[in-house]
T-cell receptor
């Protein structure tokens, strides 16, 4: 069935370090892919998205490229800041399985950025 | 335009009581999704509703859980006879269309069953 696998955390980095959080998915057809961010005690906010193969989503210095050949959507940022500390969720929606914008989520990766 | 509003933010219930969680979608949004986040886990889809209709309830437990989205008023997720395992954060999301659009999330209701 449909699923998302993302790297386990916590990931601890120093400020200005390079960030990669791996995400792979299993889905039929051509899902739309998303990264959401959850700050402590808050709901989820959409960080970026890509709706077709080779699309690159980007926002606030974060990037992810929709790679259909490897079924991956890895999140990257060149220089992290303390304010990026949060939990990051990879997710997709799949028109083929119906249910509109229903999202399938990974388990989340906690990022801690230290000075 | 206010975001998705959920209330209460925190809810404590004793085992066997009922829990009612409310979600007011963003203005103009007629599609509502409920998700549950268990401790140390990701979000799991529960149910998708459009005004007065349940579209997809494939993630809802078969017993004790129900959801509605009436023509007027918020969407309600109802949990009867709560048990400790129901303790979780429950998130609501809304979108204006059925597909190909962003879903906006509320801040969640954190249910604790004691």
């Amino acid at each position: 069935g449909d699923s998302v696998t993302q790297m386990e955390g916590p990931v601890t980095l120093s400020e200005e370090a390079f960030l990669t959080i791996n995400c792979t998915y299993t889905a039929t057809g051509y899902p739309s892919l998303f990264w959401y961010v959850q700050y402590p005690g808050e709901g989820l906010q959409l960080l970026l998205k890509a709706t077709k193969a080779d699309d690159k989503g980007s926002n606030k210095g974060f990037e992810a490229t929709y790679r259909k050949e490897t079924t991956s959507f890895h999140l990257e940022k060149g220089s992290v800041q303390v304010s990026d500390s949060a939990v990051y969720f990879c997710a997709f929606s799949n028109i083929l399985t119906g249910g509109g914008n229903k999202l399938t989520f990974g388990t989340g990766t906690q990022l801690k950025v230290e000075l | 335009n206010a975001g998705v509003m959920q209330n209460p933010r925190h809810l404590v219930r004793r085992r066997g009581q009922e829990a009612r969680l409310r979600c007011s979608p963003m203005k103009g949004h007629s599609h509502v999704y409920w998700y549950r986040q268990l401790p140390e886990e990701g979000l799991k889809f529960m149910v998708y509703l459009q005004k007065e209709n349940i579209i997809d309830e494939s993630g809802m437990p078969k017993e004790r859980f129900s959801a509605e989205f009436p023509k007027e008023g918020p969407s309600i997720l109802r949990i009867q006879q709560v048990v400790r395992g129901d303790s979780a954060a429950y998130f609501c999301a809304s979108s204006p269309y059925r597909e190909n659009t962003e879903a906006f999330f509320g801040q969640g209701t954190r249910l604790t069953v004691v």
